[in-house]
């Protein structure tokens, strides 16, 4: 029922509206109002990103602001093309708007779920610009927050643009919540019948002098040992200084824990988890 008379009522606001003639220099203007918008949110995005790199450790700060910028200029767009297009009072500017907004959600309703989704992401913020994110199975460093899609560039520097709507239907983790420093994780495996102690020490010892951990009351670390049939999981927690660092940080101390694990006599497992933990596979070692 609600559908059926959208059309009508669109019909009699609109008719009530004093529309302004549309001729060649209106569609000029509102072309012109639309490539400076798409100029000046790129200028804003770009120059914005380039002074958050100088600053460094405050960069996520500098960032987050991206995202509104882009949505105040666009903001800013729409009114004028609107005024452009008809001059109404207050009273019809607000019938319109909200029967307009009715009229996008019903034809272009992925669209709009995207623009809203882009809303929630910048007042909410479940990520911002610079976050390490997995969105759904999807993971890597937020690169951009547009109105439409959110760009997310992948360890394999892959660049994968995600519907801004999925933050509604996806599951959305964010490593870092807007930090620069990030807790890394990183497993290790040891034969059941190796010294878990001293495995464990020789962790610590990689993880603690690793030029890339930073250790604080607010940034802590741990080691923990977990027994399995097959295999000891000695797991390692610690905060690495730089987000862009992590794959250093997880391959630094791993290399070193290895190496000593080596030259002490600690033995590997024959087997040891898979990624997923529902199989096994041969240890490489």
Excluded: C
């Amino acid at each position: 029922m609600a559908v059926s008379l959208l059309p009508n009522v669109t019909a009699d606001v609109t008719a009530e509206l004093p529309l302004k003639t549309l001729d060649a220099n209106v569609v000029l203007y509102i072309i012109f109002v639309i490539v400076l918008a798409y100029v000046l949110s790129y200028l804003l995005s770009f120059i914005l990103v380039r002074v958050s790199e100088w600053i460094g450790w405050y960069r996520t700060s500098v960032t987050m602001i991206i995202p509104l910028l882009k949505l105040l200029v666009y903001a800013v767009a729409l009114y004028y093309i609107t005024i452009a297009l008809i001059e109404p009072s207050l009273t019809q500017m607000i019938a319109f708007s909200g029967l307009f907004g009715a009229a996008i959600g019903f034809g272009m309703k992925d669209l709009f779920a995207d623009i809203v989704g882009g809303i929630v992401i910048i007042i909410e913020k479940p990520y911002q610009i610079g976050d390490k994110v997995t969105i759904g199975d999807k993971y890597g460093e937020v690169k951009d927050i547009g109105i439409r899609a959110t760009r997310i560039q992948t360890p394999a520097d892959e660049l994968v643009s995600v519907p801004n709507f999925s933050i509604f239907s996806l599951p959305v983790t964010s490593g870092n919540a807007g930090d620069l420093a990030m807790m890394i994780v990183i497993d290790l495996f040891i034969h059941p019948d190796s010294d878990a102690d001293k495995a464990m020490k020789i962790v610590k010892e990689a993880l603690v002098t690793s030029k890339y951990v930073i250790i604080s009351k607010k940034y802590p670390f741990t080691v923990l040992l977990e027994d399995f049939p097959f295999y000891k999981r000695v797991r390692a927690k610690g905060y690495v200084n730089d987000l862009r660092l992590e794959f250093e940080f997880k391959s630094e101390v791993t290399r070193r824990a290895l190496a000593e694990f080596q030259r002490v006599g600690i033995r590997l497992p024959a087997f040891v988890p898979l990624s997923d933990g529902t199989n096994v596979q041969p240890s490489v070692h």
